[in-house]
């Protein structure tokens, strides 16, 4: 079955400098990958998906990320972060063809002043 | 035009009882999907309704079972509730032809005492 392991559960940045959130998948066929950030009490917002076209995804809010078969890896980036982008990110995994969305566990980004 | 609207935001139950929980897809879907989502993990699949009737289910027991209306709108039953039940859980729309995205709701914080 397809699953996403990020690593880090928490992120600390400093404004202004990069973020690289990462997950690695799990994926006997080529699977479709997605980052969703959620703020807190709300659900959850879609960053960015990847469904076999171009291997770099650009997203919303400046973020993008590269599918990279040959490392099962779908990090997550933005060149200089903003005070704003604090929140929880998630990184999800679904076959083609299957309903079941399976999210990692989660990392909490923090941005300093 | 409003987003996935779920109700109530909080709910709090006791072991035992038995809770229903609504959700209102986002204008033009077809496709809600359930989500619980334990405290610092990510979402985990319940199951998918689509023209009424549940078209795949995740790993969860018999307790909890789903309805979809002509309207769309769709509600998730947990009967017997367990202390383990307590979570936030998350509806998602989608449109049958595009069901990669997802929308979600800021969903509904159950708590069982």
């Known amino acids: 079955a397809q699953s996403v392991t990020q690593l880090g559960s928490h992120v600390s940045v400093s404004e202004g400098a990069l973020v690289l959130l990462r997950c690695n998948y799990s994926?006997?066929?080529?699977?479709?990958l997605f980052w969703y950030v959620q703020y807190p009490n709300q659900g959850l917002q879609l960053l960015l998906k990847?469904?076999?076209?171009?291997?770099l995804v650009k997203g919303i809010n400046g973020f993008e990320a590269e599918f990279k078969k040959s490392e099962t890896s779908f990090h997550l980036t933005k060149p200089s972060a903003h005070m704003s982008d604090a929140a929880e990110y998630f990184c999800?995994?679904?076959?083609?063809?299957?309903?079941?969305?399976?999210f990692g566990a989660g990392t909490r980004l923090t941005v300093k002043p | 035009d409003a987003g996935v609207t779920q109700s109530p935001t909080h709910l709090i139950k006791t072991r035992g009882q038995q809770v229903t929980l609504r959700c209102s897809p986002k204008?033009?879907?077809?496709?809600v999907s359930w989500y619980q989502q334990a405290l610092g993990q990510g979402p985990q699949f319940i199951f998918q309704?689509?023209?009424?009737?549940?078209?795949q289910r995740g790993n969860f027991p018999d307790r909890f079972s789903g309805h979809q209306f002509p309207n769309y709108s769709s509600e998730l039953n947990v009967n017997a509730l367990l202390l383990g039940d307590s979570a936030l859980y998350l509806c998602?729309?989608?449109?049958?032809?595009?069901?990669?995205?997802?929308?979600f709701g800021s969903g509904t914080q159950l708590s069982v005492l």
């Open positions: 990847y469904t076999s076209a171009a291997t």
């Open positions: 999800a995994v679904r076959l083609y063809n299957n309903n079941d969305m399976r």
């Open positions: 309704y689509y023209e009424e009737e549940e078209r």
């Open positions: 204008s033009g879907h077809d496709t």
């Open positions: 998602a729309s989608s449109h049958a032809l595009r069901n990669e995205k997802l929308f």
């Open positions: 994926s006997s066929v080529p699977p479709y």
